[in-house]
């Protein structure tokens, strides 16, 4: 059974930073892009990041551009998101995704797993 668990959400103040890190267990990962994305309350679910399996490639959304920054570490099956500068607009249940083979990394469509999701709270 795959299972993608996340874990590293909270709250924190405005200016402040989390981590968050998503553990991947039940297949092989290999090759597989994993994805960052985000709920907030009454919103559709929002792209954050992406990195491909090399982390060769990393595309993020442009409000996380300069803030954000994804990572990933094959040999644990783990990739990361570290959030710095948070904003009240960042407030979201952040889930991790992943998916093989695909195009386009910012569609929620195209991943195959997603975890259950990591509150994160930045108050202002």
């Known amino acids: 059974q795959v299972q993608l668990v996340e874990s590293g959400g909270g709250l924190v103040q405005a200016g402040g930073s989390l981590r968050l890190s998503c553990a991947a267990s039940?297949?092989?990962?290999?090759?597989?892009?994993m994805g960052w994305f985000r709920q907030a309350p009454g919103k559709e679910r929002e792209f954050v990041a992406a990195?491909?399996?090399?982390?060769?490639?990393?595309v993020y959304v442009d409000s996380v551009k300069g803030r954000f920054t994804i990572s990933r570490e094959n040999a644990k099956n783990t990739v990361y998101l570290q959030m710095n500068s948070l904003k009240p607009d960042d407030t979201a249940v952040y889930y991790c995704?992943?998916?093989?083979?695909?195009?386009?990394?910012?569609?929620?469509?195209?991943?195959?797993?997603w975890g259950q999701g990591t509150q994160v709270t930045v108050s202002s």
């Open positions: 990195i491909s399996w090399s982390g060769g490639s990393i």
């Open positions: 995704a992943a998916g093989w083979m695909i195009r386009y990394y910012t569609s929620d469509r195209n991943y195959d797993y």
């Open positions: 039940g297949r092989t990962f290999v090759g597989a892009v």
